[in-house]
């Protein structure tokens, strides 16, 4: 769907209620950038539940790096931190 609206972007599944979700980034982003969205917008959408395991599952290596290192450098890497950070005071993430 997204290559027919000369869009890239992501796609995520949400296990719980068995719907997907497309997310159009623009038409230039990266892979990186896709995988990192597609995270940042599962803890935003977990964030009003309590007591809650949410797990997100990704296979890019990158992407899982960047979320686990303590120098941070980009602004969407960052913001997807402190939204998981956000999430894990009331939940299991």
């Keep these: ?17 068995g719907l997907d979700q497309i997310l159009p980034i623009g038409r230039y982003c990266t892979v990186f950038q896709a995988e990192v969205y ?23 290596q990158a992407t899982l ?9 980009c602004s969407l890497v960052a913001e997807t ?3 998981l950070k956000k999430l894990s005071i009331f939940n299991s993430v």
């Design 38 to 60: 597609a995270i940042l917008n599962c803890a935003n959408s977990s964030e009003s539940e309590l007591d809650a395991s949410t797990a997100t599952c990704s296979d890019s």
């Design 1 to 17: 769907m997204l290559q027919s609206l000369s869009q890239a972007g992501a796609c995520v599944h949400n296990r719980r209620t």
């Design 65 to 73: 790096k960047a979320l686990q290192s303590a120098k941070t450098t």
């Design 81 to 83: 931190k402190s939204a």
